[in-house]
């Protein structure tokens, strides 16, 4: 039987991801923000505005990677630009911030179970 499943979280503010990472750990899931290269990464949630590389160029690669990763984005801008980008990424699953712990364990389930769900605010 395989163990709680991971998230890969990438986040730039040390706060929210400190945040993330306890509210998934409480939920059973095993979050994980270093091994990229792994196969045994169920989702990847990341923040779509960061510096250096941002959520579309990061998208980029792991779907050079893994052509089948799921991932979820999330964004605090709540332009249409940010959602048309991370569409334009290939994402289907979109999460504006701030969101519940709820809302983003739903979510992480609604992806595993059925990958053709589009948003969720």
């Not at 998230?7 to 993330?20: F, G, R, S």
């Not at 095993?30 to 990847?44: C, K």
């Amino acid at each position: 039987m395989p163990g709680p499943l991971r998230v890969l979280i990438v986040e730039d503010i040390p706060a929210d991801a400190d945040l993330i990472v306890r509210e998934l750990r409480r939920a059973g899931f095993e979050p994980d923000w270093q091994r990229v290269e792994s196969s045994q990464i169920g989702v990847v949630l990341t923040d779509m505005m960061m510096p250096v590389m941002n959520g579309a160029a990061l998208i980029q690669v792991l779907t050079h990677m893994n052509p089948s990763i799921k991932i979820i984005a999330a964004s605090g801008n709540d332009s249409g630009d940010t959602v048309i980008n991370a569409s334009k990424s290939g994402i289907k699953h979109f999460l504006l911030k701030p969101y519940t712990a709820e809302t983003l364990f739903k979510l992480i389930r609604e992806v595993l179970d059925n990958p053709i769900i589009t948003a969720a605010a």
